[in-house]
């Protein structure tokens, strides 16, 4: 079986195709619980629409710390029951489903007290090494170790001596949070859910008091459109009581955000074999290794205004850089910084204090018949948040649903992927390509790295690195319009490559070139080629100029001066 692309001809036949007949279960929300959703309902045996209103994980699933773990902060209040399921799902994504995509990662905790802390910390990670073992797993990870200052130092030179003294390593695994998602919506394609993104739910359909489907409008075609379904899912992270307005009735559970913003600074800045974690008075700070970079992150903070576009403001800035330049011998400066990008966490909260407790828990409810709603949760837990709500949706179909199998399902691309690797220096004889190049690709496309290769067979200039982010093969732009779902040069720079976030000039340099790339398969004239780069450019003014003010509130209004993305030029009205 093939898997799917998602290109511009599959857009258009998922939306005709939603239109249809009625289906199982449309789910509104395409980040990485609703893909989640899709792709457990499909391979179920469910007909499904998924229907985003903007991007693929354009929302909080392409800002997060990039990290799957099991959260140790929650050990400390005594969550082992989280914990747990985090980290067996850690073991499910690293040695199963996606080993292309999730990779382990190192991280260094000094300790700062003398007597009392080792033995804590080492207490701690005692039980977080044992609760990561799953039936039938190994953890994926190595244990835990402790190490003098002196090793430490032999590790992370970076780290300023006076600052620690001495430390413990520990195990966790990475994610590229947006390609993971775009992977799973293409195997929820492969078995045989329509997707769509830019495909605004703006109302839905009722039949007395039941929920019957919903009403889309089509962003890039301005034509509105009905699609029935006998069971609605609303995945929508943040977004989730706006959705629920829609349907009238005030829910039990509400979702708020919670900002945290990262930066990101090239890797030669900070000397280390290993990321590290930090405590702050409000909450752990992570140095990631990421490529030829580090993300350091996160904050946490109440957030009210635009969710679609979160700032970082100064004072977010400062603060990151406050508190890791504590522990470096070298300190960061804002002029060390490539990338920031800030997320929003969907926290729930409710009628009662017992309610805001649930906290990184999630919940399925039934606000109204024939709608499932599922919110908080972590991305780590993504699956298990999509298993109880397909769950859920299966509760109120009148058939028999098999259970979830996901936790057997690789996704596209994982498949193969360690043999290929084994032989990458067979692939880049073959393909004329480095080798390093091949890992590079490999570990973004896993098997499906062929369909990248055989782009460049058909034109060989897409073997070229773009100019000013050679990171990035020329093909891989290409590739992200005809097969990933890309619409937009924004859903190319910001979420299929990191480009907007792993270079100084946050894109800018290469917005010409890959707008001149995607022309052909997304059939742009010279006018929206103009267009596209425009608006991108508006784009990063308006972060950059958000990132020096001082307030949230500052910072919102200057990032919201930017346009919203238009469709192709004569396609239909702007909805911006």
Not at 474 to 495: F, K, P
Request: aromatic share 6%; glycine share 10%.
């Amino acid at each position: 079986m093939g898997t799917a692309r998602l290109g511009p001809a599959e857009r258009t036949a998922a939306l005709t195709q939603m239109t249809a007949q009625e289906l199982d279960v449309v789910v509104i929300g395409g980040g990485v619980v609703g893909a989640g959703v899709a792709l457990d309902a499909a391979t179920r045996g469910l007909s499904v629409g998924l229907l985003e209103a903007r991007d693929f994980a354009s929302g909080t699933s392409s800002r997060s710390s990039k990290l799957i773990h099991g959260g140790l902060r929650y050990l400390e209040q005594l969550n082992f029951d989280l914990v747990r399921e985090a980290l067996q799902e850690r073991a499910l994504l690293l040695q199963r489903i996606a080993p292309h995509l999730v990779r382990p990662v190192p991280f260094l905790f000094p300790l700062t007290h003398l007597g009392w802390e080792r033995p804590y910390v080492g207490a701690g990670l005692v039980m977080y090494d044992s609760l990561g073992f799953s039936f039938g797993f190994t953890r994926g990870v190595p244990g835990h170790r402790h190490l003098s200052r002196r090793r430490a130092l032999r590790l992370a030179p970076a780290l300023r001596r006076t600052a620690f003294s001495g430390a413990v390593q520990y195990w966790d695994a990475q994610v590229d949070d947006a390609r993971y998602v775009m992977t799973m919506l293409r195997t929820a394609s492969t078995y045989g859910a329509h997707v769509a993104s830019r495909a605004q739910v703006v109302g839905f359909l009722r039949e007395g008091e039941r929920v019957t489907g919903v009403r889309v409008r089509d962003l890039e075609g301005g034509n509105e459109l009905d699609v029935r379904a006998r069971q609605i899912v609303n995945a929508t992270g943040v977004w989730t009581d706006d959705i629920q307005e829609l349907v009238g009735g005030r829910g039990q559970i509400h979702v708020r955000a919670s900002k945290g913003i990262h930066l990101v600074v090239p890797r030669d800045r900070i000397h280390s074999l290993t990321g590290i974690i930090l405590r702050t008075e409000k909450s752990v700070l992570f140095v990631i290794p990421w490529g030829r970079h580090w993300v350091i992150g996160t904050t946490d903070t109440r957030w009210d205004l635009d969710r679609a576009h979160p700032a970082a403001s100064r004072s977010d800035i400062d603060y990151v850089l406050e508190h890791v330049n504590q522990v470096l011998s070298v300190p960061l400066s804002r002029d060390d910084v490539e990338g920031v990008y800030a997320g929003l966490r969907p926290l729930l909260s409710g009628e009662s204090e017992e309610t805001s407790k649930l906290s990184r828990e999630h919940v399925v409810a039934h606000p109204v018949p024939g709608l499932v709603m599922v919110a908080g949760g972590k991305y780590t837990t993504y699956r298990v948040m999509a298993r109880d709500a397909v769950d859920a949706v299966a509760h109120g179909l009148d058939q028999r649903v098999p259970p979830s199998c996901t936790d057997r399902i690789p996704l596209a691309g994982a498949e193969g992927y360690q043999a290929l690797w084994n032989s990458r220096q067979r692939l880049a004889q073959s393909s004329g390509l480095h080798v390093a190049r091949i890992e590079h690709l490999l570990q973004r496309y896993g098997s499906l790295i062929d369909e990248v290769i055989s782009l460049i067979e058909k034109d060989p200039s897409l073997a070229r690195p773009l100019t000013g982010a050679d990171d990035y093969l020329r093909a891989e732009v290409v590739y992200a319009a005809t097969h990933e779902g890309a619409r937009h040069l924004n859903d190319v720079l910001s979420r299929r490559t990191h480009i907007s976030i792993e270079t100084f000039h946050r894109g800018l340099v290469v917005a010409e070139e890959a707008a001149q790339l995607l022309a052909g398969p997304l059939d742009w004239d010279d006018d929206q080629v103009k267009r596209e780069v425009g608006y991108y450019t508006k784009r990063v003014e308006a972060e950059r100029l958000s990132q020096e003010q001082d307030t949230d509130q500052e910072a919102d209004a200057i990032r919201l001066g930017a346009p919203e993305i238009v469709p192709v030029a004569g396609s239909g009205p702007n909805p911006g």
